[in-house]
């Protein structure tokens, strides 16, 4: 493997990632029983967005997500928001990530730590939906449909600034080769995350070693993980 990820992991051996933004968020007060999750509170008080990446950066972590798994730009037009305005909003959750990272790298001592990177958080369709379809899939949508969702998705976050595009929670192979095809497309590093069933199958019934054999020699494919998921 190649890319920034590995280059992290050449030069401290391991890396740290940070830790649940919706949980760090509803510490603080934010009520986030809505549809949009935390990307409500990009609408609200992003500062405090900006506040919990700091938070983890002092914390030890050498990258972090973007708040924007459940920032959708269709799910932002449903608060009334212009197609313009949630383009905007999706971009500007990145360059929260990235101005919290500038500001905690100026303002502290951090003696052995590299420069964090930013993964810039892909959520897969059913988070848009809200509906838990992300521990479900079987989506009644097409593959064209699919793709079209996330190729903007993508390219928002990408042009946000993120380093590395993260899809994560990602409940069936159908959807992360999509994504996986779109990054390819673009040349972009990416890293996909599963959910899953149990010990062995994502939440759509697939074996995950038989999604790793699918995607492994994928050139811009970095990592292959799972997450929200029983240990």
């Known amino acids: 493997m190649t890319g920034k990820i590995q280059e992290l992991i050449n030069e401290t051996g391991r890396f740290v990632i940070d830790g649940s933004m919706s949980s760090a968020l509803e510490e603080m007060g934010c009520d986030l029983n809505d549809s949009l999750w935390t990307a409500k509170v990009l609408l609200q008080e992003p500062e405090l967005i900006k506040k919990v990446h ?4 002092r914390a030890g ?14 799910g ?3 608060r009334g928001l ?3 305005a949630a383009e905007n909003t999706i971009r500007g959750a990145v360059r929260l990530f990235l101005e919290a990272r500038e500001e905690w790298w100026n303002e502290e001592e951090h003696p052995g730590r590299v420069y964090p990177l930013c993964l810039g958080s892909i959520g897969p369709f059913g988070a848009y939906l809200a509906d838990g379809s992300e521990y479900r899939g079987n989506y009644d949508i097409s593959r ?3 793709k079209d969702f996330h190729e903007i998705q993508i390219k928002l976050v990408h042009e946000g600034g993120a380093d590395v595009i993260l899809c994560e929670t990602v409940p069936s192979l159908d ?8 990054c390819e497309e673009k ?10 069933q149990d010990g062995h199958r994502t939440c759509e019934g697939q074996e995950i070693s038989d999604c790793a054999e699918v995607l492994r020699n994928r050139p811009h ?5 799972v997450n929200c998921t029983q240990p």
Do not use: H, N
Not at 61 to 74: E, L, N, W
Not at 175 to 182: D, G
Not at 221 to 225: E, H, K, N, S, T
């Open 76 to 78: 932002f037009m449903k």
């Open 221 to 225: 494919l970095q990592m292959i993980g």
């Open 82 to 84: 212009s197609r313009k």
């Open 175 to 182: 959807e992360a080769l999509v994504q996986s095809e779109i």
């Open 187 to 196: 040349g972009l590093e990416y890293w996909i995350s599963f959910s899953c």
């Open 61 to 74: 972590a050498d990258c972090g997500i973007t708040c924007t798994y459940q920032a959708t730009v269709d």
């Open 144 to 146: 064209d449909e699919l």
């Open 54 to 57: 700091k938070y983890y950066f």
